[in-house]
């Protein structure tokens, strides 16, 4: 996360940019009785919602934060820092911020890689597990009957995924609704593994790290290098609905 960009961000008001010698003061209690009193406020709301996270995370000084922003605002003429200060302060702390997340990125992904690794291992042993030679393991919950699909069909499916761990992090069975998709626009792990059942089957698919999203952060619940588990019936092969 770039913290100066969003620290920057969090001052951009209908447009206008507020820059670092610009802004400044100190609350207090205030009545909110004029359509602009009701305008000021939300901004102080937005860029509140907009900071708390990281001062949440990195404990700000918010009596400071607001001496800054009202001196700023009312167009102080001793400013305590100057704007050369106030930007070579915040792209230090922005590449600081930034180097501490490569390397707690880093750090997890390692750490998922193990573990992803470990599991499948285990799980490799495991009756009725099969692992294909790029590393996916599969296990058959239903066979099919119909057409097996090429990775330029055009797939539906009804699927649950979830992380080792048991985290559910995306699943149409809970949407109540299928998924429909190029077999060659997902992960590898899918594209491969689905060309192995027949329409109307279910496997259970644990797809390895290189197989999925790889060394990227995807979401929240996927995290860098991380072994994914789906369950998958196979609905349809292009037209055959």
């Not at 400071?64 to 702390?93: F, H, M, P, R, W």
Request: aromatic share 6%; with cysteine; glycine share 10%.
């Amino acid at each position: 996360m770039n913290f100066n960009r969003i620290f920057i961000a969090a001052l951009l008001i209908s447009g206008i940019t507020v820059s670092c010698n610009n802004m400044g003061g100190a609350g207090g209690n205030v009545s909110i009785s004029s359509s602009m009193d009701s305008v000021s406020y939300s901004a102080g709301v937005s860029i509140g919602n907009n900071l708390k996270p990281q001062t949440e995370k990195d404990s700000l000084n918010i009596d400071a934060l607001l001496a800054g922003l009202s001196d700023v605002l009312k167009g102080s003429s001793d400013l305590k820092l100057t704007e050369e200060q106030c930007n070579q302060i915040l792209q230090t702390y922005s590449m600081k911020k930034q180097q501490e997340m490569v390397a707690e990125t880093q750090k997890e992904a390692t750490t998922n890689l193990e573990k992803g690794q470990a599991f499948l291992a285990e799980n490799g042993k495991k009756d009725g597990v099969t692992t294909t030679d790029s590393g996916l393991q599969y296990e058959v919950i239903t066979e099919g009957s119909g057409p097996s699909p090429v990775a330029t069909d055009m797939v539906t499916v009804h699927y649950h995924g979830t992380t080792i761990d048991g985290t559910v992090f995306d699943s149409s069975v809970e949407k109540g609704t299928p998924a429909t998709f190029p077999l060659n626009g997902v992960i590898k792990g899918w594209t491969e593994g689905l060309q192995l059942m027949k329409t109307g089957a279910k496997y259970k698919f644990y797809i390895p790290a290189n197989l999925a999203y790889g060394s990227q952060r995807r979401s929240e619940e996927i995290g860098p290098n991380e072994t994914l588990i789906f369950e998958v019936e196979l609905l349809s092969v292009g037209d055959d609905k």
